[in-house]
Each structure stands twice: as structure tokens, then as C-alpha cells.
């Protein structure tokens, strides 16, 4: 079985924001399981933790765990608004490095 990694926007102004974007890769990764895919899904693996530590440091912390997920998996998955979050930036860099495959997501949010 293949295995593709959801890239996307997970933070937004507002927990509700935040819920809204875990929500919608959920909802993708759900059809790309169904579609045959094994899924790395980070939006759902980390939902909401909090932590002790400071943003940045959990970010860069969640964001080398992630470089681990695509570095083992076959594709990653660009979510409709990729382009507004840094650390989806920063997959999509490491996936082309890599010569991932990679697919982008054709409808809006």
C-alpha cells in the first residue's frame, strides 16, 4: 500500500479557524483512504495539543516529526491552502528534495 502525506494550513486566527482546517484534512484524508491510500494525516495527530513549551519550539518540534512522516512516505497531499501556512511551505521544499510525488488539491477550502 502507498502512503501520502497531508500538507496544509492547520493554525488559524481562532480556535474555531484551527478546528475548521483540522476538520477539512480530516475530511481529505478520510477519501484518500478510501481511495486506497495509506494516510499520514499531522493535522489530525496533533490536534490541538497545547504544550508547555513555547509555539515555536512545539512548532519546529511538530515540524521535524512531519519531515520524518514524508521522508517515509510516497506522496504528499497539498491541501487547498497550503500557501498560507510556512511549515506547509517547508514540506512541499522537502518533498520536491526528495522526489516525492505530489498532488495538489483541485477544489477550494
Not at 5 to 23: C, F, L, M
Not at 37 to 62: M, Q, Y
Request: proline share 1%; glycine share 10%; hydrophobic share 35%.
Amino acid at each position: 500500500m502507498r502512503q501520502v502525506y497531508i500538507a496544509g494550513k492547520y493554525t488559524g486566527r481562532s480556535d474555531w479557524e484551527t478546528y475548521k482546517n483540522i476538520h477539512h484534512a480530516r475530511v481529505v484524508a478520510r477519501s484518500l483512504w478510501d481511495r486506497g491510500w495509506a494516510v499520514i494525516c499531522p493535522h489530525a495527530n496533533t490536534a490541538f495539543f497545547g504544550g508547555e513549551g513555547s509555539h515555536e519550539v512545539d512548532r519546529l518540534k511538530w515540524l521535524e516529526g512531519d519531515f520524518e512522516f514524508i521522508r517515509r512516505s510516497d506522496a504528499i497531499y497539498m491541501l487547498s491552502n497550503w500557501k498560507q501556512s510556512q511549515g506547509a511551505q517547508e514540506e512541499l521544499k522537502l518533498a520536491f528534495q526528495l522526489g516525492k510525488k505530489i498532488y495538489y488539491e483541485e477544489n477550494g477550502d
